[in-house]
């Protein structure tokens, strides 16, 4: 028997009621006028998340009950699809972290929101600024048959892969994972326009968590980060917590790349939805500060995040006076489309997976509160 819920159809306005079972059969404008309706709209989709309340995703020992739980947490700030990020280790490292994560998938129902991974690195820019958080010991260049191995583990499932384009390997190694159907990022990077031009060249169309990965001090023009706003072809995600990147950036961003090729991101790290303290992100450790910053352990560098994604779509509109609208544009359909998630990329409507969520939102504030987070049409969190 179908499922129903009524609500203010947050993207497209007026209030709908759908029908659903595991996927959306009916989405129908309602003829009566209905007060008071919650709003709803497709549920989020962050393609980055390394780990989540105090749950290190790095690691191949972590168990399915923490998974789940990280996973249960994260349903609570309307994420319903995700892509668990490994990033930079060694090569075992990494591949065991991937086996452990895709064993959780399989093993948990939780896991049914986890729509693929994110390979973050190792093949970046070895130079400290570019490099990130991420170890240098663990750099290295692309390699097609490590790629083939990720895939193996996790019988296909790797959906996004985040490099720097300026190694001689990249251009090959970039169209070999696109003629998969992997979506190619370039990231952590300190890249001439020609390495960008030529990894666009071949295939890649997006930007890892533009204007962080950087140097802190770099030519003014030309740099990577002009080039990658300018070049059309790539979309781009940002981390909205309000510390990795400030409004000015943001707002100048977003215009530049337009709101149909922009992406919420959280980036998210083991601290994040956790008190503050000591934590790991793969070997390293790093600290939850008061003011909700992850760094490593004794130092300022930022070591991911600790934003939630509701949280990133208030941002957006309290940084860059976006609408609700676009706010939930980027962390819905574009993330779906750019991340290739099935089913995902129409929004609410007939024949797409029913995940949505349901929410108050308070126009004035900005602010959002979820009460309700349904994927395949089951409900994983009511308030
Ligand atoms: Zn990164």
């Known amino acids: 028997?179908?499922?129903?819920?009524?609500?203010?159809?947050?993207?497209?306005?007026?209030?709908?009621?759908?029908?659903?079972?595991?996927?959306?059969?009916?989405?129908?404008?309602?003829?009566?006028?209905?007060?008071?309706?919650?709003?709803?709209?497709?549920?989020?989709?962050?393609?980055?998340?390394?780990?989540?309340?105090?749950?290190?995703?790095?690691?191949?020992?972590?168990?399915?009950?923490?998974?789940?739980?990280?996973?249960?947490?994260?349903?609570?700030?309307?994420?319903?699809?995700?892509?668990?990020?490994?990033?930079?280790?060694?090569?075992?490292?990494?591949l065991g972290s991937l086996q452990n994560l895709y064993a959780a998938k399989l093993a948990l129902p939780e896991g049914e929101a986890i729509a693929g991974f994110h390979v973050e690195g190792p093949h970046i820019a070895a130079e400290d600024g570019p490099r990130g958080a991420h170890p240098v010991q663990h750099v290295r260049k692309p390699?097609?048959?490590?790629?083939?191995?990720?895939?193996?583990?996790?019988?296909?499932?790797?959906?996004?892969?985040?490099?720097?384009?300026?190694?001689?390997?990249?251009?090959?190694?970039?169209?070999?994972?696109?003629r998969d159907g992997v979506t190619v990022s370039i990231g952590h990077t300190a890249a001439k326009r020609e390495h960008i031009q030529a990894a666009v060249s071949a295939g890649a169309t997006l930007s890892t968590h533009l204007g962080n990965g950087a140097h802190s001090v770099m030519s003014r023009h030309p740099n990577y980060l002009w080039e990658q706003m300018a070049e059309d072809r790539l979309n781009a995600d940002f981390i909205v917590d309000g510390i990795h990147i400030g409004e000015a950036f943001l707002k100048v961003a977003l215009r530049a790349k337009g709101i149909d090729r922009s992406i919420l991101v959280t980036d998210a790290s083991s601290p994040a939805g956790a008190k503050p303290g000591r934590y790991f992100l793969g070997d390293q450790p790093v600290d939850l500060t008061e003011d909700d910053r992850v760094v490593l352990a004794g130092q300022t560098r930022l070591a991911g995040s600790a934003l939630k994604m509701h949280k990133g779509v208030e941002n957006l509109m309290k940084m860059a006076g976006l609408t609700l609208v676009e706010a939930?544009?980027?962390?819905?359909?574009?993330?779906?489309?750019?991340?290739?998630?099935?089913g995902r990329m129409k929004g609410l409507a007939a024949?797409?997976?029913?995940?949505?969520?349901?929410?108050?939102?308070?126009?004035?504030?900005?602010?959002?509160?979820?009460?309700?987070?349904?994927?395949?049409?089951?409900?994983?969190?009511?308030?």
């Open 351 to 383: 024949g797409e997976k029913a995940d949505f969520v349901v929410f108050d939102f308070d126009e004035a504030a900005k602010s959002i509160r979820i009460r309700e987070t349904w994927i395949n049409g089951n409900c994983f969190f009511r308030e």
């Open 1 to 94: 028997m179908a499922k129903k819920c009524f609500g203010y159809d947050a993207l497209r306005g007026g209030n709908i009621l759908l029908e659903f079972d595991q996927t959306i059969l009916l989405a129908d404008d309602l003829v009566e006028p209905v007060e008071g309706l919650p709003y709803v709209a497709p549920g989020f989709i962050d393609l980055q998340v390394n780990g989540f309340d105090g749950v290190d995703y790095n690691s191949p020992e972590t168990t399915h009950e923490d998974i789940a739980r990280s996973l249960r947490t994260q349903f609570a700030t309307g994420t319903t699809r995700l892509l668990p990020t490994v990033i930079t280790g060694s090569r075992e490292g990494m």
């Open 143 to 178: 390699d097609v048959e490590e790629y083939r191995r990720w895939q193996e583990a996790t019988d296909g499932l790797i959906k996004l892969v985040t490099l720097a384009p300026e190694w001689p390997e990249a251009p090959a190694y970039i169209e070999a994972l696109v």
């Open 328 to 342: 939930l544009t980027m962390a819905t359909r574009n993330p779906a489309r750019v991340g290739r998630i099935g």
